[in-house]
């Protein structure tokens, strides 16, 4: 039967998580620049679509069910 002091010896090395490397540390830091990129790219097209929307808000009718024009 093992002892005590070597079950926790090899619970403890199990445990160990191995380093990453050179190249899983590069590819999640170009990861994180795309979807940066990506996330200003979409706030970018809503900002023109809210300003296009605010600008040409007149424009826009839309008639309910009973018919009755309605500004947005």
């Known amino acids: 039967m093992e002892s005590r002091d070597s079950l926790v ?3 403890h090395v199990a445990t160990i998580k191995p380093e990453k490397s050179e190249f899983d540390i590069e590819a999640s830091s170009l ?4 979807n940066q990129e990506e996330e200003s790219d979409f706030s970018r097209i809503e900002r023109v679509i809210a300003t296009e929307l605010r600008e ?7 008639s309910d069910a009973d018919s009755q024009p309605i500004k947005w």
């Open 31 to 34: 990861m994180r620049s795309v």
């Open 9 to 11: 010896e090899r619970q």
């Open 56 to 62: 040409n808000c007149q424009k826009f009718v839309v």
